[in-house]
């Protein structure tokens, strides 16, 4: 409506967000259904840099919440063709069908789901940031599309360069490398050439 | 179902079981296990402050001779499978999951911002879902990785790759090798025969089950 939620970050700076926005963090929204009386929510664990990467995030995702991770039909009445005339019809069977037939939905939702990979093809230490900040504040879109980013840098790397990314160490010993490949030694393709 | 046992309090005898089960959500969440989580005093205060993520750190549950002050709260988070009894908190301490020597009493509030090594700093079970979306084909290397990233990418089998089809991806690759479409190891075929089907009689009754990534 217009209500806005006030945030404090850990370096101390506050931002103002709609209500539609900051509610996406379940932890957030917990927080504030207290009763808060000064309405401030400080988030400690959250930089002031990454916290506004968290709300870019959720500003777009405000009409779409849970698009990734419960595949979320968009309401009728946030469908960016009807805009609000679809009166009344806000059974979730209605609007399950409505976003099945809706062109303008599926639209929207391709665009998000573009704009999303974008968001995560950042550097590393960003997506870090982002899986933390998404974790400590249980918002499950960009926790699905930080785990995404992060599963990108993984996939289809080999080993050296995976540790040379993450800063691993190898801790184990050559005895125990041989048991480990024994055991799951059937992970292996046989047929991989 | 996985129930493990935990001896809180000798002197109480309570002990609390763990339960898992595979939820149902099977997108990303992977098991959700539910483990009491004992309360220290100081923890008592930060669970007034914030709800969930209440900033407790890996306790080892190894000495349950030391008595350890009221509350058992149940809170969502994961543990390991392994030997060891790791109790951990769902988020908000991003501290490994240490085999080290923090007593339960004790909240470590390590700052992690002077951390780089970026997977290890994760809480196992977000670590966990990174490793759901990687490809099977990687599996067998990120098990020597490193040993958090073994035990990640265990449970990750367990629980994700046990159930999921392997995306073959092999048609997109150079075919260098000169396998191509055929099996290898396949007998060599000196007379082909012929098919007396003809591919017009079976239009009507065939469908395409695979289709290449050509007409994706």
Excluded at chain 1, 111 to 137: C, G, P
Excluded at chain 1, 160 to 189: A, G, V
Aim: aromatic share 6%; hydrophobic share 35%.
């Amino acid at each position: 409506m217009g209500k806005t939620i006030k945030l404090i970050s850990g370096d101390g700076e506050m931002f103002e967000v709609e209500e539609a926005v900051a509610f996406q963090s379940n932890i957030i929204k917990s927080l504030a259904d207290e009763d808060n009386a000064d309405d401030c929510i400080p988030l400690p664990r959250v930089d002031s840099q990454i916290l506004s990467k968290v709300l870019e995030f959720c500003r777009k995702h405000a009409n779409s919440p849970s698009v990734h991770t419960k595949f979320a039909a968009i309401p009728s009445e946030l469908c960016p063709k009807h805009d609000g005339s679809a009166a009344g019809a806000s059974s979730s069977e209605s609007s399950s069908a409505h976003s099945e037939t809706c062109r303008a939905c599926y639209d929207a939702v391709m665009k998000l789901v573009q704009w999303d990979l974008e968001f995560v093809k950042v550097d590393l230490d960003l997506i870090h940031h982002l899986l933390k900040a998404a974790n400590y504040l249980d918002i499950e879109d960009l926790m699905f599309m930080a785990v995404e980013g992060a599963a990108n840098a993984i996939r289809g790397n080999n080993p050296e360069e995976i540790r040379k990314l993450f800063d691993l160490e190898n801790d184990f010993t050559p005895e125990e490398e041989k048991e480990i490949l024994k055991e799951y030694s059937w992970l292996d393709d046989p047929f991989e050439p | 179902m996985i129930y493990l046992g935990l001896v809180v309090n000798k002197d109480s005898g309570r002990s609390l079981y763990l339960k898992s089960y595979i939820s149902s959500s099977w997108l990303l969440f992977p098991r959700r296990v539910y483990i009491a989580r004992i309360e220290t005093k100081m923890s008592a205060r930060d669970s007034q402050e914030a709800e969930s993520p209440s900033p407790v750190c890996s306790n080892y549950l190894g000495s349950a001779e030391e008595s350890i002050p009221a509350g058992v709260k149940f809170v969502r988070s994961t543990s390991t499978l392994g030997r060891k009894r790791v109790v951990l908190s769902k988020s908000a301490d991003f501290s490994p999951h240490c085999g080290s020597s923090s007593s339960p009493k004790k909240l470590c509030r390590r700052s992690t911002m002077e951390r780089s090594n970026h997977l290890e700093a994760l809480p196992l079970d977000v670590l966990v879902k990174i490793l759901c979306k990687v490809d099977h084909s990687d599996l067998s290397q990120l098990l020597l990785l490193s040993k958090t990233l073994s035990q990640a990418t265990s449970i990750a089998k367990e629980m994700h790759f046990a159930f999921a089809t392997p995306i073959s991806n092999r048609v997109s690759k150079e075919d260098a090798d000169g396998h191509e479409e055929e099996a290898p190891n396949a007998p060599i075929r000196h007379r082909v025969t012929r098919s007396r089907l003809s591919a017009l009689s079976l239009s009507s009754i065939t469908a395409v089950l695979f289709p290449s990534r050509v007409d994706q």
